[in-house]
């Protein structure tokens, strides 16, 4: 099969090249989201006024849910074989024709259409994050993932903004379509643009002992040697995947998923699962909550919500500074913010006074932006031979499912009560607290040895 590109050693990360491309993927992921964010929260009015029931929408909302579900695992896993650079700018470019099609939908069959090709391609934050991680070293991987993660939100704080004063000009959804478009065409160049010296040959290797690696333990020898080897052969491995068919590289990216599935990385991604459901099933009824239980108005309710998203891109900076206090201890910071997102969701779900609110969505905030992000920072460590693409596209599959499933349990929840979602959401990340600390034996070390034990 192959072995991924390794991850970059810290002479090659700081390189002027290096720098250049980190930045440039960081504004690649600000437009991303600020493209995304103008344009998502209209969606559920626009299809409305097309004249679809609340069904059809549903079931629409669904089926973009399972084109990522399914999706997601084989994009990033057909990044490891093609390269990063083309498959990013394959995504952006298709998803940049799919917010086109948006802006022309003037009945529910062409809406629905143009969510098709979106469902299926729309993972450039995936592949970034990718892309970043076979730059930099890993003991830097959370501090840098947590930068880009910052970027991305600072797009979907102003996105909204400028999305609803466009919706309240004349035909301001098709406006919003075209500028969420061209944003995504402008994502496409810069790609185009960026530094070609740091994306390296592909993110495969082919390497015919691959399994003589099965076993090792020390991944930071095991990157050295592949860097040196992969380097050496980086002219063979760029003609090799121009020579590639389709139908190869599909079969490949299959491959490689399949060997995520039936790893040992279950437990991680179980962990990925309920963590994600948990928030979710806090943000499910937030809005309806806060008028319901403290009489909010739905702008007041915003303004808390932008307040949140705020706090997260200042916890994505202060990655660097925790992560040295914890010793770039991915497993422990990710344990203990999994402890304060139980107790801030519990206490929100319990909250008496608006103040209390507002401390547990503080909280909130930071601990899950610094969760979300070292919880990739451990399936890139422990999957270290499948690939960074195939991993970050079956965690993101993995959070899908999530997608899928809260909708059902949040309305059964909020059948007993306002405070139901949440409440259950509380359960689960508990059972991810106690999943982490039963399989506590199976991490060990700092970030640049700890791997899945035998």
């Given at each position: 099969m192959g072995t991924t590109r390794p991850t970059a050693t810290r002479g090659e990360r700081e390189t002027p090249s290096g720098r250049s491309l980190q930045h440039c993927l960081h504004v690649v992921g600000f437009l991303d989201l600020f493209g995304v964010s103008m344009i998502v929260p209209l969606l559920n009015h626009h299809v409305k006024s097309l004249g679809a029931s609340p069904t059809t929408a549903g079931i629409i909302g669904s089926c973009y849910g399972m084109f990522q579900l399914f999706s997601s695992s084989l994009v990033g896993s057909w990044s490891d074989v093609v390269g990063r650079r083309y498959s990013l700018m394959?995504?952006?470019?298709?998803?940049?024709?799919?917010?086109a099609l948006l802006g022309v939908s003037t009945n529910i069959y062409i809406y629905a259409l143009a969510r098709i090709p979106v469902g299926i391609f729309k993972h450039s934050?995936?592949?970034?994050?990718?892309?970043?991680?076979?730059l930099v070293t890993e003991e830097e991987r959370p501090i840098v993932m947590g930068r880009f993660n910052a970027a991305s939100s600072l797009g979907f704080i102003l996105g909204p903004v400028v999305g609803g004063s466009l919706t309240e000009l004349p035909g301001g959804f098709y406006i919003t379509s075209f500028l969420c478009s061209s944003i995504f065409i402008i994502n496409?160049?810069?790609?185009?643009?960026?530094?070609?010296?740091?994306?390296?040959?592909?993110?495969v290797a082919p390497f015919p002992n691959e399994s003589s690696f099965n076993g090792i333990t020390d991944t930071s020898a095991l990157k050295?040697?592949?860097t040196l080897h992969t380097y050496q052969m980086e002219n063979q491995i760029i003609k090799k995947h121009k020579k590639q068919t389709f139908w190869t590289q599909v079969v490949s990216a299959f491959r490689k998923v399949a060997g995520v599935a039936f790893s040992h990385m279950w437990e991680i991604f179980l962990v990925r699962l309920l963590s994600a459901i948990a928030v979710m099933l806090y943000y499910s009824n937030f809005a309806l909550a806060m008028e319901e239980r403290f009489h909010m108005t739905p702008r007041m309710t915003g303004y808390l919500i932008s307040y949140g998203s705020t706090l997260g891109v200042l916890a994505g900076f202060l990655l660097g500074p925790l992560s040295r206090i914890y010793k770039h201890n991915s497993y422990i910071m990710l344990l203990h913010s999994?402890?304060?997102?139980?107790?801030?969701i519990l206490v929100y779900s319990l909250a008496?006074?608006?103040?209390?609110?507002?401390?547990?969505?503080?909280?909130?905030?930071?601990?899950?932006?610094?969760?979300r992000t070292c919880i990739v920072d451990l399936e890139l460590t422990q999957g270290v031979k499948h690939g960074?693409?195939?991993?970050?596209?079956?965690?993101?599959?993995v959070t899908s499912v999530g997608r899928i499933l809260v909708p059902l349990w949040s309305g059964i929840a909020q059948e007993y009560s306002p405070c139901g979602p949440p409440q259950l959401g509380a359960v689960l990340s508990l059972a991810s607290i106690f999943l982490m600390y039963k399989s506590k034996l199976c991490y060990s070390g700092s970030a640049q040895t700890k791997v899945k034990s035998a």
């Open positions: 394959t995504c952006i470019v298709i998803s940049a024709l799919g917010y934050l995936s592949i970034s994050k990718a892309f970043l991680s076979d496409a160049g810069l790609v185009w643009l960026l530094p070609w010296y740091e994306d390296k040959p592909s993110c050295s040697d592949l999994n402890i304060l997102t139980f107790f801030s008496p006074k608006m103040w209390i609110v507002v401390l547990a969505l503080t909280l909130l905030a930071f601990s899950t932006n610094i969760g960074s693409g195939t991993l970050i596209g079956v965690g993101q599959s």
